[in-house]
């Protein structure tokens, strides 16, 4: 031995152990035997590297446990025995590659047990080296995996499934990660939202230019937005219409659900499973259908009215064209029964006139065209004026009119259409009441900033279903062959008034006991001691004395219907004093003014070569025209066509069918007397 051992030192050269070493060597080995024996340690084989067959030379009661073999049937045999014939062995050919190259590995085998029962196990192999570096045993650790396996191919293939179904699903499907990034997406999700799924992941659809709308197209908000709600904890959504406006420019309509996906390992919170549904066909196949029925609904409605307007119209021109035929039939009649008959064909025509202009009101409320100009209106003298206008009505069937509104009480409202309201109501408060009975207007309770009118009569009342029916077009409830004026319009035209000026009216009735209207509108300051409005005085027609002693009115006429042009010569010559020629069309007057200078002009607005605004502009090139007073008269009697007239220099209007005393009226303010006899 070398001196540089001490004593019981091991010989390096001469590979011998002292008795020290060896008692060492003993005591580690028991206690490597009572670690691998014990019940708790992993199966274990340790085979002879230096043998051939690479035989087993020992396993411990952890194998015998697993395998089902006892250490004497399994010693001097090759591991091989234990691999199932019948299975695949995918993870042989690298234990074989290890085996060759002396290093560690580990695999999965299939292997079967002394009872032929299968399981897989994952075996890691380790060679164990001499102090010359030779591999002389390995030692191979056991462990039954066969549950493990079973339970990760289990989830592949549930993984599998999941992503079959949803890439087969029509739905599209969107992960978002906490921090509302997209995660992942199914095809259908892809196609919806019209970009590659490689693209979408990792970005937010904000940032990729999508926009997400409420079923009324308008932005959604943070706390409006689906997907923030359910990441913040909120509960499912479900099938919430939405419209998204793609990155693309197109803009789809969907059904988006929303739910809260558990955490997954080291995520800052929990995801959102977002599913949508794309319905923008069905969508614009419901509005198409919707558009549809609309439409056939609006082709009903419009045949029904036209139906009800000719019935209304056909009433009053049979009595124009009847008695008109009978004083035909009678050139030479009795002048009271003439008188009669013109009293009943004037009367129609009246009523057929209202009816028009009640129609083209009803238009342009319903199209908007009501031009208001709201400001406040104090009710007590407008209620006055009002029932004073129908008080000869009212004593014609004994019925009192009463208003109990007191003075400084407003609401803000056209003053016009307000006035038309309390006509409309008023009127049928009276045309539909009992003899001896009455009419009473007063202020009911409102909330505050609104003020309520009712309108109580003593008439025969309604019942909910008639009351149900009173504000259709054309609806009279019955008495329509009663005799009482009317054409069923008034209340569609009011309640459309009302609504327009920010109002609303309801009707309480009991029948028998008569009827009371609510008109609500908006409530108006009015001071205590309004300052008086100095109203215009209406233009008063000259006596007749005064038309004795005028001049004669040269007025040129140009009209190219030749019933009119006779009916206004007429009228010129009944009421004397005018001066009268008429031209059929614009060349014609050209011609004629500058030989014969009119004092008046009174041009049609449609006239064969052009309408009269241009006749008008034309007419004003010659000086002795050009500050000639000027009418239209026209059967067009829209509002525009009123302003188009006054900024094109006309200072008046006159509709047709025209209003005879109007247009005398008219003509006499600007009659001048006859200069004095020489």
């Not at 060597?25 to 009572?34: G, I, S, T």
Request: with cysteine; net charge negative.
């Amino acid at each position: 031995m070398s001196g540089k051992h001490g004593p019981g030192a091991m010989d390096a050269e001469a590979g011998t152990y002292g008795p020290s070493d060896l008692r060492r060597l003993e005591r580690e080995l028991r206690l490597l035997q009572r670690a691998v024996e014990a019940d708790a340690a992993l199966p274990v084989i340790v085979t002879d590297a230096t043998h051939p067959d690479d035989p087993i030379v020992y396993v411990n009661p952890a194998f015998e446990r697993l395998a089902g073999y006892p250490r004497a049937e399994v010693l001097g045999r090759n591991c091989c025995f234990l691999l199932d014939p019948a299975r695949e062995q995918p993870g042989l050919p690298a234990l074989r590659a290890a085996l060759a190259e002396n290093r560690p590995c580990t695999a999965v085998l299939a292997c079967l047990r002394r009872d032929g029962s299968g399981f897989l196990n994952e075996i890691s192999l380790v060679p164990i080296r001499d102090d010359r570096g030779a591999v002389v045993q390995r030692l191979a650790t056991l462990i039954d995996v066969t549950e493990r396996v079973r339970a990760a191919e289990r989830l592949s293939l549930s993984e599998e499934l999941y992503r079959s179904v949803a890439a087969a699903i029509s739905d599209g499907l969107v992960v978002v990660g906490a921090d509302g990034r997209v995660i992942t997406c199914n095809p259908a999700a892809a196609e919806t939202l019209g970009i590659d799924p490689a693209r979408l992941a990792g970005h937010r659809l904000s940032e990729l230019g999508y926009r997400m709308h409420d079923e009324h197209d308008r932005p959604l908000t943070p706390e409006t937005h689906p997907v923030r709600q359910v990441l913040a904890g909120g509960a499912p959504v479900r099938e919430l219409p939405l419209v998204l406006h793609r990155h693309d420019g197109q803009v789809r309509r969907a059904l988006l659900s929303a739910r809260a996906l558990p955490a997954a390992a080291g995520a800052p919170g929990p995801s959102c499973l977002m599913s949508f549904r794309d319905v923008t066909e069905r969508h614009a196949a419901a509005q198409a259908l919707l558009d549809k029925q609309a439409a056939e609904m609006a082709s009903r409605a419009k045949s029904a009215f036209l139906s009800r307007m000719s019935h209304e119209m056909r009433t009053p021109l049979n009595a124009v064209i009847g008695f008109a035929q009978l004083l035909r039939m009678q050139p030479a009649g009795d002048p009271a029964k003439v008188a009669d008959y013109a009293e009943h064909i004037l009367r129609a025509s009246e009523h057929l006139l209202g009816l028009v202009n009640e129609v083209l009101d009803l238009q342009r409320v319903e199209e908007g065209h009501a031009a208001l100009e709201p400001r406040p209106i104090e009710l007590a003298p407008l209620l006055a004026a009002t029932l004073e206008l129908l008080r000869p009505a009212a004593r014609a069937q004994d019925i009192a009119l009463t208003s109990q509104v007191p003075p400084g009480h407003a609401v803000l409202a056209d003053e016009r259409c307000l006035r038309q309201v309390l006509m409309n109501m008023l009127s049928n408060a009276v045309k539909y009441n009992r003899a001896g009975g009455w009419v009473v207007v007063t202020l009911l309770d409102a909330q505050p900033g609104r003020c309520a009118i009712g309108i109580e009569d003593t008439g025969s009342g309604l019942t909910g279903a008639q009351i149900a029916r009173l504000f259709q077009p054309f609806e009279r409830l019955g008495h329509e062959s009663s005799g009482i004026e009317g054409c069923g319009l008034g209340l569609v035209i009011t309640r459309s008034l009302i609504e327009h000026m920010g109002g609303s009216v309801a009707l309480e009735s009991t029948p028998g006991a008569g009827t009371l209207a609510r008109i609500e509108l908006p409530a108006a300051p009015w001071p205590d001691a309004a300052p008086a409005v100095p109203t215009e005085t209406p233009p008063q027609a000259a006596p007749a004395d005064a038309f004795a002693e005028a001049a004669p009115l040269r007025v040129l006429y140009v009209e190219d219907n030749r019933i009119n042009a006779l009916l206004f010569e007429e009228a010129m010559r009944l009421l004397g004093g005018i001066e009268l020629r008429v031209a059929e069309d614009g060349a014609a007057a050209l011609a004629l003014a500058p030989q014969w200078t009119p004092q008046v002009l009174v041009l049609d607005a449609n006239l064969p070569d052009m309408n009269g605004h241009e006749l008008l502009r034309r007419l004003r090139e010659q000086p002795a025209l050009a500050g000639v007073p000027a009418f239209m008269c026209s059967a067009d009697a829209m509002p525009e066509d009123l302003e188009r007239a006054r900024a094109s220099g006309f200072q008046g209007y006159w509709t047709k069918p025209i209003e005879m005393a109007k247009l005398g009226e008219a003509l006499a303010g600007l009659r001048r007397p006859a200069p004095p006899a020489a």
